[in-house]
């Protein structure tokens, strides 16, 4: 089912299942670009960096020493944003809301231990139209993944910061300041 947001002076196409519909179910646009998906593990001693080609990576790729963030641009396959909801216990009704846009924007926990954001980046198209999109946010105890509609590098600046431990060291805080590093 789609339906028009009005946002200010912007139209935003709403999906959203059929009415009935299990909640939880995933509205995956046929037009959705394929995943990218970006992985930074760090601490106050090192980082690494490495693109998922495979999903299935990512069980084994975190710890409790590391802080990780997981950066997913694109929900063009929807077997690989289920699968990622799996190994990282999202719960069903946050997942749609990261999927099923837009919404609005707002914070959610789920579990006592992860924390949904549902935020908004604003960019001027080169028509000088306001370009938005929505960034959606799941953190943990060891963990961020940051979900994004489209392919960008909007959020290079963080990862810059987390290579070079420039600004307020983010290498030594945890996944609830990198959350907010992000939103802001």
Do not use: C
């Not at 995933?26 to 960096?49: G, K, Q």
């Not at 960008?152 to 307020?168: A, C, H, N, S, Y």
């Not at 290498?171 to 590093?181: E, H, K, M, N, T």
Request: glycine fraction near 8%.
């Amino acid at each position: 089912m789609t339906d028009f947001m009005d946002v200010g002076n912007a139209f935003f196409k709403k999906r959203h299942p059929n009415i009935g519909a299990r909640p939880g179910t995933l509205m995956i646009s046929e037009d959705a670009l394929p995943p990218r998906i970006h992985m930074i593990r760090f601490n106050a001693d090192e980082v690494h960096e490495s693109e998922i080609a495979d999903v299935e990576t990512l069980a084994d790729r975190f710890s409790d020493d590391h802080v990780t963030w997981v950066h997913v641009q694109g929900f063009g396959d929807e077997q690989s944003i289920k699968r990622i909801g799996e190994i990282f216990a999202i719960h069903p009704l946050a997942l749609e809301d990261i999927v099923n846009m837009p919404q609005r924007p707002k914070t959610e926990s789920y579990g006592g231990d992860q924390v949904l954001v549902v935020t908004r980046i604003m960019r001027m198209s080169e028509s000088n139209a306001i370009d938005m999109e929505q960034v959606s946010l799941i953190f943990g105890s060891n963990y961020v993944l940051s979900f994004q509609e489209k392919h960008g590098d909007e959020l290079d600046p963080v990862r810059e910061r987390i290579r070079t431990g420039k600004g307020r060291p983010i290498r030594r805080s945890g996944p609830d300041y990198l959350a907010y590093v992000i939103t802001d």
